[in-house]
């Protein structure tokens, strides 16, 4: 019931191209937070989503929180070769963050 | 400034060995994480210290005992390390319940 689901696992594309990584819930998040981790390298903050329907940008990445805020989505466009890592979704609960699975993004150049 | 440090960031050992993981914080954060990271990726909060309290303890064996001398400090030690141990452990730290700043990891092999 706590766990965050995230979809999906891997991601191939292309420089250039555009990517989503989904995050979903079955109960109601209070909040969702997103990090970036690089191959060998240590989880760093993205962003935290709070209100239902919140929409935020960093350059080329979008965050999106769902009506319902049982869904969050972390899209980027036009893809480089430096947005290469895994990209996790958490939800905090009692002080904690539970982590999505990931979803790990290879660039080709 | 390093703000979350941990040693070592490798540790190769035999089973059955004891081993420590040291981690100091330098952000004035009252809260530190220890957290694994499997093969997988996937990644799971172990214990967390509030002023040097314990408020988590994820089912994590009793092989693992958290230390926590002071605010800016959480040691993880673990006894009669297993071929399952092998992973990397993050520590973190946060100030109240948000952002969490995560430590550069250690990675533990187990033989």
């Known amino acids: 019931g706590q766990q965050v689901m995230q979809i999906p696992q891997y991601q191939h594309v292309q420089e250039g191209e555009d990517f989503t990584t989904y995050c979903n819930s079955s109960t109601t998040l209070s909040n969702i937070q997103w990090y970036k981790q690089r191959p060998g390298g240590h989880p760093v903050f993205l962003i935290q989503?709070?209100?239902?329907?919140e929409v935020k940008k960093q350059k080329r990445l979008t965050f999106q929180f769902g009506e319902a805020k049982k869904n969050s989505s972390l899209h980027i466009t036009a893809t480089q070769t430096t947005d290469v890592g895994t990209y996790f979704c958490?939800?905090?609960?009692?002080?904690?963050?539970?982590f999505g699975q990931g979803t790990t993004l290879q660039v080709k150049p | 400034d390093t703000a979350v440090s941990q040693t070592p960031k490798y540790l190769v050992t035999q089973m059955g060995n004891d081993k420590s993981i040291k981690c100091e914080q330098n952000l004035g954060h009252d809260t530190m994480y220890w957290y694994k990271q499997d093969s997988k990726k996937f990644l799971k909060i172990m214990f967390s210290y509030n002023n040097k309290e314990l408020i988590i303890n994820e089912t994590v064996p009793n092989r693992f005992s958290p230390k926590s001398p002071d605010k800016a400090h959480l040691n993880l030690h673990i006894n009669s390390l297993e071929l399952g141990d092998s992973a990397v452990y993050f520590c973190a730290s946060t100030l109240g319940t948000d952002t969490q700043y995560f430590g550069p990891g250690t990675r533990l092999t187990v033989l």
């Open positions: 958490a939800r905090s609960n009692t002080g904690k963050l539970i």
């Open positions: 989503l709070v209100k239902s329907g």
